[in-house]
């Protein structure tokens, strides 16, 4: 198998060679550390990126909320961001595979290793075998990282190590460490495309293929380009993309792709008339708008509304259709952001637990877009692959049935409610709708379909229904899916 752009990225697990370099230490230890240091500089943008991941293994920080404020204080110019973006974002993504040659070129595994030095091992060798960075300067700048902090012995380890990541390139490892083609096939891919096998095997039960399996992990691997949300009423899509220098969306009439650049450098975006949303998640929100049955009352729901993205433009959009919506979030901290992206709306926020809300029923429109496993927005937040465990799963299904229950109460008679999750998984999206009908037969499903199609794209380019499922390779969206249920 061989794959195009960047190349493959292997998955933590299968064949960890032993015999490799030994130099320098690299081994836990209490030791004093040497002390021998030189004046050269570090290079800035891959201290930015190290900072990055370093706080992603130490603090279990997120990687897209951090680098942005790094990059603010930075004094880096526009080349250098663009390096750091893709050097932290990119081995925060790759963990796995950078993981299992990491070890193999080391000869012990990668918790033998001291996590200061592991940081700077991944980030060497992720600029080795996903960039066209030469091998000289990802070594020696990785060198030069080591010896600021540690002196030369921890160094030399370093150096020994990712020289011998360098003498093979990322296909050449995928050979060496992935399970094989022929006995594992869905091992051997997300080794490749760099993701836990257990989230494989959750795709390739979504997808049904190995074909589409392929498409989908190679999609999620690479990083997308940022989409923004013109908020309706103050911003069109089209002087959007105008003033951003993007192209409008493919389905959401308020996206618009942003190639390059920075958005929070645009003044919509400062000025609150624009933000950053994923296209899949403006679709929730266009669904809930437009999924009223028979006279609306004006009365809105959204039941999990942190932090606030779908709520502003939901709220956007009741407020141009003369409702009102109730925004509900568990946290205080969240709440207080859903408040301030929503200023001005005519929108309520409450702070409760949206299985027990306190709201009084009669709402035309709820929507649930449930705490999940995020398996859906992988691609954008780069290390939460490495961080769910299948374990997190049934929690959060049990939480999903309960808060589309609590909503179905709420809801009038002939009212609505749009169900959605960041997540493929089937025990997350239809095992949930599938539970929720079987219990209730006063529920029916509705077609989501014509709901997120527009004017320009037939709503078969969204499945045979009644549910809506998004991908990445199909869409260039995250991987939300939507389900519509009316009380009948």
Same mark, same amino acid.
């Given at each position: 198998?061989?794959?195009?752009?960047?190349?493959?990225?292997?998955?933590?697990?299968?064949?960890?060679?032993?015999?490799?370099?030994?130099?320098?230490?690299?081994?836990?230890?209490?030791?004093?550390?040497?002390?021998?240091?030189?004046?050269?500089?570090?290079?800035?943008?891959?201290?930015?990126?190290?900072?990055?991941?370093?706080?992603?293994?130490?603090?279990?920080?997120?990687?897209?909320?951090?680098?942005?404020?790094?990059?603010?204080?930075?004094?880096?110019?526009?080349?250098?961001?663009?390096?750091?973006?893709?050097?932290?974002?990119?081995?925060?993504?790759?963990?796995?595979?950078?993981?299992?040659?990491?070890?193999?070129?080391?000869?012990?595994?990668?918790?033998?290793?001291?996590?200061?030095?592991?940081?700077?091992?991944?980030?060497?060798?992720?600029?080795?075998?996903?960039?066209?960075?030469?091998?000289?300067?990802?070594?020696?700048?990785?060198?030069?990282?080591?010896?600021?902090?540690?002196?030369?012995?921890?160094?030399?380890?370093?150096?020994?190590?990712?020289?011998?990541?360098?003498?093979?390139?990322?296909?050449?490892?995928?050979?060496?460490?992935?399970?094989?083609?022929?006995?594992?096939?869905?091992?051997?891919?997300?080794?490749?495309?760099?993701?836990?096998?257990?989230?494989?095997?959750?795709?390739?039960?979504?997808?049904?293929?190995?074909?589409?399996?392929?498409?989908?992990?190679?999609?999620?691997?690479?990083?997308?380009?940022?989409?923004?949300?013109?908020?309706?009423?103050?911003?069109?899509?089209?002087?959007?993309?105008?003033?951003?220098?993007?192209?409008?969306?493919?389905?959401?009439?308020?996206?618009?792709?942003?190639?390059?650049?920075?958005?929070?450098?645009?003044?919509?975006?400062?000025?609150?008339?624009?933000?950053?949303?994923?296209?899949?998640?403006?679709?929730?929100?266009?669904?809930?708008?437009?999924?009223?049955?028979?006279?609306?009352?004006?009365?809105?729901?959204?039941?999990?509304?942190?932090?606030?993205?779908?709520?502003?433009?939901?709220?956007?959009?009741?407020?141009?259709?003369?409702?009102?919506?109730?925004?509900?979030?568990?946290?205080?901290?969240?709440?207080?952001?859903?408040?301030?992206?929503?200023?001005?709306?005519?929108?309520?926020?409450?702070?409760?637990?949206?299985?027990?809300?306190?709201?009084?029923?009669?709402?035309?429109?709820?929507?649930?877009?449930?705490?999940?496993?995020?398996?859906?927005?992988?691609?954008?937040?780069?290390?939460?692959?490495?961080?769910?465990?299948?374990?997190?799963?049934?929690?959060?299904?049990?939480?999903?049935?309960?808060?589309?229950?609590?909503?179905?109460?709420?809801?009038?008679?002939? +009212? =609505?409610?749009?169900?959605?999750?960041?997540? !493929? *998984?089937?025990?997350? $999206?239809? #095992?949930?709708?599938? %539970? &929720? @009908?079987?219990?209730?037969?006063?529920?029916?499903?509705?077609?989501?379909?014509?709901?997120?199609?527009?004017?320009?794209?037939?709503?078969?380019?969204? +499945? =045979?229904?009644?549910?809506?499922?998004?991908? !990445? *390779?199909?869409?260039? $969206?995250? #991987?939300?899916?939507? %389900? &519509? @249920?009316?009380?009948?």
């Amino acid at each position: 198998m061989t794959r195009g752009g960047r190349g493959s990225d292997p998955r933590r697990g299968g064949g960890f060679q032993r015999g490799g370099p030994q130099r320098g230490g690299g081994q836990r230890s209490d030791a004093p550390r040497d002390k021998k240091t030189r004046d050269k500089p570090v290079d800035g943008a891959r201290s930015v990126a190290l900072k990055v991941l370093r706080a992603v293994r130490k603090d279990d920080a997120y990687a897209n909320l951090l680098l942005p404020r790094l990059l603010r204080e930075s004094k880096l110019d526009p080349r250098d961001r663009g390096l750091a973006t893709e050097l932290a974002y990119g081995t925060a993504r790759s963990l796995g595979l950078l993981d299992a040659v990491i070890a193999s070129a080391a000869g012990r595994p990668v918790a033998d290793i001291d996590g200061d030095l592991l940081d700077v091992l991944r980030l060497g060798a992720y600029q080795l075998l996903r960039t066209r960075i030469g091998s000289h300067a990802a070594v020696s700048t990785s060198v030069d990282l080591v010896r600021a902090e540690h002196g030369t012995g921890q160094a030399g380890f370093v150096n020994a190590v990712l020289r011998k990541v360098s003498q093979r390139d990322e296909q050449l490892w995928i050979d060496a460490l992935a399970p094989s083609m022929a006995d594992d096939m869905i091992g051997h891919l997300a080794f490749a495309y760099a993701h836990p096998r257990w989230i494989a095997d959750v795709f390739a039960d979504s997808l049904g293929s190995i074909g589409e399996l392929q498409a989908a992990l190679a999609a999620d691997d690479d990083r997308p380009i940022v989409h923004l949300v013109a908020r309706p009423g103050q911003i069109t899509a089209e002087e959007l993309a105008l003033i951003s220098g993007g192209d409008e969306g493919r389905y959401s009439p308020y996206c618009v792709y942003l190639p390059e650049g920075d958005p929070g450098s645009l003044d919509a975006v400062r000025d609150g008339f624009a933000g950053v949303q994923d296209e899949g998640s403006q679709l929730v929100a266009v669904a809930a708008a437009r999924a009223g049955v028979g006279e609306d009352g004006g009365r809105w729901l959204d039941l999990c509304a942190g932090p606030g993205g779908k709520a502003a433009l939901l709220g956007s959009l009741a407020d141009l259709d003369g409702a009102h919506l109730d925004a509900v979030e568990v946290s205080d901290h969240r709440a207080k952001l859903i408040e301030n992206v929503v200023d001005g709306l005519p929108v309520t926020v409450h702070v409760a637990d949206g299985r027990e809300s306190g709201l009084e029923p009669g709402y035309d429109r709820v929507l649930v877009d449930a705490p999940c496993s995020g398996l859906g927005s992988l691609r954008r937040r780069p290390e939460a692959r490495w961080r769910r465990t299948p374990e997190d799963v049934p929690a959060l299904v049990e939480l999903q049935k309960e808060l589309v229950t609590e909503a179905l109460r709420l809801v009038r008679p002939g +009212g =609505v409610v749009v169900y959605s999750t960041c997540s !493929p *998984h089937p025990a997350e $999206t239809t #095992a949930v709708i599938d %539970a &929720v @009908l079987a219990a209730d037969d006063s529920v029916e499903q509705v077609d989501a379909r014509p709901l997120v199609a527009g004017a320009d794209n037939d709503a078969s380019v969204f +499945g =045979v229904g009644p549910h809506v499922q998004l991908w !990445p *390779h199909r869409h260039d $969206t995250d #991987a939300m899916f939507l %389900a &519509v @249920l009316r009380k009948k």
